[in-house]
């Protein structure tokens, strides 16, 4: 008992600092059958956040071709580096350079989304907030002192955490209600939070680009088992006549 005790004294530090943020997270009701919102999520993620991630596991023309993008029409509107559309998507700016300027590289972003989940993404999103006291002016409530820029303020608005004065056991109080935007984005907050599903949803496409194939191909064959099974049973019927 002692002994099991002692290995969890040092179990428990590391797996506490590993799980990071411990809060709730909001559900992203993703769908990688949705082309329309893969396809707004490829855009967001081409215009706003290639600026500085790479996605290099990943080539433009699988993804123009998996998400039902035109190659013409991708290669002129979503590719912003000059490269050919059977690269891969590198970022135009230096890692290493990158790494400087914001004290941390910005993460490539292939994987990213096998590695935190779906939910903690479209959570993430939607959790910054301004920090004056933050290097970029802003913080995040899921990530504590990210070195990320909040990029889409212009579609989101400023975000604020948010206090409302409200009667709780017969007394006023300032109660958190959240993090609110002062309304001054481009996006309604029903509408940002829409196009933050579809960031999410692009990038768990991309976190595992064999999901669609695979999921159309388990019917293919399921399918196809069917077919063979009722085949097999004619078979045995008509064999079996003679005999009995
Ligand atoms: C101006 C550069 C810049 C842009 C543009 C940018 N990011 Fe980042 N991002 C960073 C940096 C730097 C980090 C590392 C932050 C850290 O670890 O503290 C980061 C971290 C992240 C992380 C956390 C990765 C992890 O698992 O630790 C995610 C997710 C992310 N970015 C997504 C995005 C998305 C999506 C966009 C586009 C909407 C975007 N970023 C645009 C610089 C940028």
């Given at each position: 008992?002692?002994?099991?005790?002692?290995?969890?004294?040092?179990?428990?530090?590391?797996?506490?600092?590993?799980?990071?943020?411990?809060?709730?997270?909001?559900?992203?009701?993703?769908?990688?059958?949705?082309?329309?919102?893969?396809?707004?999520?490829?855009?967001?993620f081409?215009?706003?956040?290639?600026?500085?991630?790479?996605?290099?596991?990943?080539?433009?023309?699988?993804?123009?071709?998996?998400?039902?993008?035109?190659?013409?029409?991708?290669?002129?509107?979503?590719?912003?580096?000059?490269?050919?559309?059977?690269d891969?998507?590198?970022?135009?700016?230096?890692?290493?350079?990158?790494?400087e300027?914001?004290?941390?590289?910005?993460?490539?972003?292939?994987?990213?989304?096998?590695?935190?989940?779906?939910?903690?993404?479209?959570?993430?999103?939607?959790?910054?907030?301004?920090?004056?006291?933050?290097?970029?002016?802003?913080?995040?409530?899921?990530?504590?002192?990210?070195?990320?820029?909040?990029?889409?303020?212009?579609?989101?608005?400023?975000?604020?955490?948010?206090?409302?004065?409200?009667?709780?056991?017969?007394?006023?109080?300032?109660?958190?209600?959240?993090?609110?935007?002062?309304?001054?984005?481009?996006?309604?907050?029903?509408?940002?939070?829409?196009?933050?599903?579809?960031?999410?949803?692009?990038?768990?496409?991309?976190?595992?680009?064999?999901?669609?194939?695979?999921?159309?191909?388990?019917?293919?064959?399921?399918?196809?088992?069917?077919?063979?099974?009722?085949?097999?049973?004619?078979?045995?019927?008509?064999?079996?006549?003679?005999?009995?």
């Open positions: 008992m002692k002994r099991f005790l002692l290995a969890l004294a040092f179990i428990m530090p590391s797996a506490v600092f590993a799980a990071g943020y411990s809060g709730p997270l909001d559900k992203a009701e993703i769908d990688l059958t949705d082309n329309a919102s893969l396809q707004r999520g490829a855009q967001i081409m215009n706003y956040c290639m600026g500085c991630h790479n996605a290099q596991y990943q080539r433009y023309q699988r993804t123009f071709n998996d998400i039902g993008i035109p190659l013409e029409l991708g290669e002129e509107y979503m590719q912003f580096t000059g490269e050919a559309v059977g891969h998507m590198y970022s135009a700016i230096d890692t290493e350079a990158a790494g300027w914001f004290g941390i590289a910005p993460p490539d972003l292939t994987m990213v989304a096998r590695v935190r989940g779906a939910d903690w993404l479209y959570t993430f999103f939607r959790s910054f907030y301004v920090d004056q006291a933050r290097p970029f002016g802003v913080n995040n409530e899921v990530f504590s002192n990210v070195g990320m820029p909040w990029v889409l303020e212009e579609l989101q608005g400023t975000p604020r955490k948010t206090w409302e004065r409200r009667m709780v056991d017969g007394e006023m109080k300032d109660v958190y209600v959240g993090i609110r935007s002062d309304g001054n984005g481009r996006l309604s907050s029903e509408e940002f939070d829409q196009a933050m599903l579809d960031l999410t949803n692009f990038l768990v496409y991309m976190g595992e680009p064999m999901q669609l194939e695979r999921k159309r191909l388990g019917y293919f064959v399921i399918g196809f088992l069917i077919v063979l099974l009722l085949w097999t049973i004619f078979l045995k019927k008509e064999y079996w006549r003679d005999i009995k």
